[in-house]
T-cell receptor, first 114, second 118 residues
Framework: DGGITQSPKYLFRKEGQNVTLSCEQN?????MYWYRQDPGQGLRLIYY???????QKGDIAEGYSVSREKKESFPLTVTSAQKNPTAFYLC?????????????FGPGTRLLVL | AQKVTQAQTEISVVEKEDVTLDCVYE???????LFWYKQPPSGELVFLIR??????QNEISGRYSWNFQKSTSSFNFTITASQVVDSAVYFC???????????????FGGGTRVLVKP
């Protein structure tokens, strides 16, 4: 069964702590993305990656970092520099990075600050 | 800059009623793609449709239909004979194909919450 998995489903962060959200896909897609969704709002792009070891900042990259060591995996780290991290985080992938490629989404991770 | 507006924040209907969700977009590109996604209470975004700017033909898929009008920059979505399972937030999104620096960025509208009551 091809798809995108994200873990954990819920994540709690303490002040000053870095936390990492996992995203894995077995669709053999080249491109992967991270979005943030705040309550009652649309999604905003944090980072995206076209190939292994390459990634680009999106609209709201400050306070976040990513890596792409494997094609299947694109973890997102929410650093202590992100002052308002409480949100719903969605990972997506697409065949390629050409404009208009359909993006498919994972089930999301809800991050809460203690 | 690209922008997507979904003016309706919430729509409430009774089961079997039709419901139309509005989507208005802004772009300077001549080649672009429009999408609709469904976000049920579980949170995952489910892809519904992709339409390119050169194809203005309306599309029907079961109880879902889409009306694309370039003249008014609109891509509206209608659910016919709504069911309780249609209750969700629906997002319209835009991707500009010619802006290579954008990297297939999707610009989302704010979403429309649809509540279908039995």
């Amino acid at each position: 069964d091809g798809g995108i998995t994200q873990s954990p489903k819920y994540l709690f962060r303490k002040e000053g702590q870095n936390v990492t959200l996992s995203c894995e896909q077995n669709l053999n897609h080249d491109a992967m993305y991270w979005y943030r969704q705040d309550p009652g709002q649309g999604l905003r792009l944090i980072y995206y990656s076209q190939i292994v070891n390459d990634f680009q900042k999106g609209d709201i990259a400050e306070g976040y970092s990513v890596s792409r060591e494997k094609k299947e995996s694109f973890p997102l780290t929410v650093t202590s520099a992100q002052k308002n991290p409480t949100a719903f985080y969605l990972c997506a992938s697409s065949v390629g990075l050409a404009g208009g490629e359909t993006q498919y989404f994972g089930p999301g991770t809800r991050l809460l600050v203690l | 800059a690209q922008k997507v507006t979904q003016a309706q924040t919430e729509i409430s209907v009774v089961e079997k009623e039709d419901v139309t969700l509005d989507c208005v977009y802004e772009t300077r590109d001549t080649t672009y793609y429009l999408f609709w996604y469904k976000q049920p209470p579980s949170g995952e975004l489910v892809f519904l449709i992709r339409r390119n700017s050169f194809d203005e033909q309306n599309e029907i898929s079961g109880r879902y239909s889409w009306n694309f009008q370039k003249s008014t920059s609109s891509f509206n979505f209608t659910i016919t004979a709504s069911q309780v399972v249609d209750s969700a937030v629906y997002f319209c999104a835009l991707s500009e194909a010619l802006d290579l620096a954008a990297g297939n960025k999707l610009t989302f509208g704010g979403g429309t919450r649809v509540l279908v009551k039995p």
